[in-house]
Antibody, heavy 120, light 110 residues
Framework: QVHLVQSGAEVKKPGSSVKVSCKASGGSFNSYIMSWVRQAPRQGLEWMGGIIPIFDSPNYARKFQGRITITADESTSTAYMELSSLISEDTAVYYC?????????????WGQGTLLTVSS | QSVLTQPPSASGTPGQRVTISCSGSNSNIGSKTVNWYQQLPGTAPKLLIYSNNRRPSGVPDRFSGSKSGTSASLAISGLQSEDEADYYCAAWDDSLNGPVFGGGTKLTVL
């Protein structure tokens, strides 16, 4: 099993950016498919995008394209998700998750979540 | 509006069997496998069922999944109070080129 530990809660102003980290331990980080899924208050799960570190080619949900950047640092086994031009509707818990295989939607391991609050 | 459709709520008494449905289309459930997640209050989702009907190690056999055409179902037998949680279905969507989730079903154990 892979253990995923995310960075702490953030409070940001509208129009700013946030960068959330997700450090993995156990297994081979390079071959993971690391995804980001968010959950707005009292809402469902929403996939934002993912990356395979060894290929360094992210795949983003259309909704977030132009506003999201997902990267991975193999040297520290850490994935990052940066979201820009924040609005109040971006207030949510952001999870990193390891996808079992490409195009599977099977997320075997999840981080603990990072609460982002966007407020002026 | 979620791509996959689930009932917002379900309920049952201890020991009962409940089912939760998940409806999609040919671009997701109709051509891909379905996974189910359980989210206990205040925690991250947990993989409950994968590949339509497989259980990860540690998941009780009270939980089972099935798929037919563009729909899938999660069944929970011998309902227990600790099963009270939100349940989400998920599948890859070829049109959107990414995974899609249902809106979630809140299960209440009466």
């Amino acid at each position: 099993q892979v253990h995923l530990v995310q960075s702490g809660a953030e409070v940001k102003k509208p129009g700013s950016s946030v960068k959330v980290s997700c450090k993995a331990s156990g297994g081979s980080f390079n071959s993971y498919i690391m995804s980001w899924v968010r959950q707005a208050p009292r809402q469902g799960l929403e996939w934002m995008g993912g990356i395979i570190p060894i290929f360094d080619s992210p795949n983003y949900a259309r909704k977030f394209q132009g506003r999201i950047t997902i990267t991975a640092d193999e040297s520290t086994s850490t994935a990052y998700m940066e979201l820009s031009s924040l609005i109040s509707e971006d207030t949510a818990v952001y999870y990193c998750a390891r996808e079992y295989s490409s195009s599977s939607s099977r997320f075997d391991d999840w981080g603990q979540g990072t609460l982002l609050t966007v407020s002026s | 509006q979620s791509v996959l459709t689930q009932p917002p709520s379900a309920s049952g008494t201890p020991g009962q069997r409940v089912t939760i449905s998940c409806s999609g289309s040919n671009s997701n459930i109709g051509s891909k496998t379905v996974n189910w997640y359980q989210q206990l209050p205040g925690t991250a989702p947990k993989l409950l069922i994968y590949s339509n009907n497989r259980r990860p190690s540690g998941v009780p056999d009270r939980f089972s999944g099935s798929k037919s055409g563009t729909s899938a179902s999660l069944a929970i037998s011998g309902l227990q109070s600790e099963d009270e949680a939100d349940y989400y279905c998920a599948a890859w969507d070829d049109s959107l080129n990414g995974p899609v989730f249902g809106g979630g079903t809140k299960l209440t154990v009466l």
